[in-house]
Antibody, heavy 118, light 110 residues
Framework: EVQLLESGGGLVQPGGSLRLSCAASRFAFSSFSMTWVRQAPGKGLEWVSSISDKSDTIYYADSVKGRFTTSRDNPKNTLYLQMNSLRAEDTAVYYC???????????WGQGTLVIVSS | QPALTQPPSASGSPGQSVTISCTGTSSDVGGYKSVSWYQQHPGKAPKLIIYDVGMRPSGVPDRFSGSKSGDTASLTVSGLQAEDEADYYCSSYAGSNTLVFGGGTKLTVL
């Protein structure tokens, strides 16, 4: 079965940076768009970013535009989320999902927790 | 403030049916077929249960069904079972290369 494993979360100070990774396996990673979704503690889901299979189109939510960068390494079957200028409101569990902006997001990782606090 | 409006809670007894609404606008739910529903148990990742308004991924029981009328999508859970107790989220493509979610509905099986 499809596996998605996020890593890289942790505690970071406001204004700091963090890079999340999502290791994919058991599917043709290079053929699928991928998406990041986050969930603040006790809150609902929020779309963060989606990237096409060949990285030619990358989209961001307004809340992270200019601060977050999504990329992927297809030979390594890995999706990344570079997060800069982090704010307290970025505190959340970050999930990666197989699927893009319009295509179905049928598999999700278990998530990685990012806490932005001094 | 979530872009799509869901009732915060819903409930039903085992065996009953319950419907959860997801109200948006003509710019999201009403304008596209890319409406999905996710089930999330506490501490777990979301699980896709409905896509493209009314399509079920393989492995999802046919007790789960989806529909749309105008700017409102609906998820119906028939024959409620204890394991259906979870949070449910709708999502929709919203044009201009954005995706929006509802605020979530906590379903309680009485």
């Amino acid at each position: 079965e499809v596996q998605l494993l996020e890593s890289g979360g942790g505690l970071v100070q406001p204004g700091g940076s963090l890079r999340l990774s999502c290791a994919a396996s058991r599917f043709a990673f290079s053929s699928f768009s991928m998406t990041w979704v986050r969930q603040a503690p006790g809150k609902g889901l929020e779309w963060v970013s989606s990237i096409s299979d060949k990285s030619d189109t990358i989209y961001y939510a307004d809340s992270v535009k200019g601060r977050f960068t999504t990329s992927r390494d297809n030979p390594k079957n890995t999706l990344y989320l570079q997060m800069n200028s982090l704010r307290a409101e970025d505190t959340a569990v970050y999930y990666c999902a197989k699927g893009g902006l319009i295509t179905i997001k049928d598999y999700w990782g278990q998530g990685t927790l990012v806490i932005v606090s001094s | 403030q979530p872009a799509l409006t869901q009732p915060p809670s819903a409930s039903g007894s085992p065996g009953q049916s319950v419907t959860i609404s997801c109200t948006g606008t003509s710019s999201d739910v009403g304008g596209y077929k890319s409406v999905s529903w996710y089930q999330q148990h506490p501490g777990k990742a979301p699980k896709l249960i409905i896509y493209d308004v009314g399509m079920r991924p393989s492995g999802v029981p046919d007790r789960f069904s989806g529909s749309k009328s105008g700017d409102t999508a609906s998820l119906t859970v028939s024959g409620l079972q204890a394991e259906d107790e979870a949070d449910y989220y709708c999502s929709s493509y919203a044009g201009s290369n954005t995706l929006v979610f509802g605020g979530g509905t906590k379903l309680t099986v009485l």
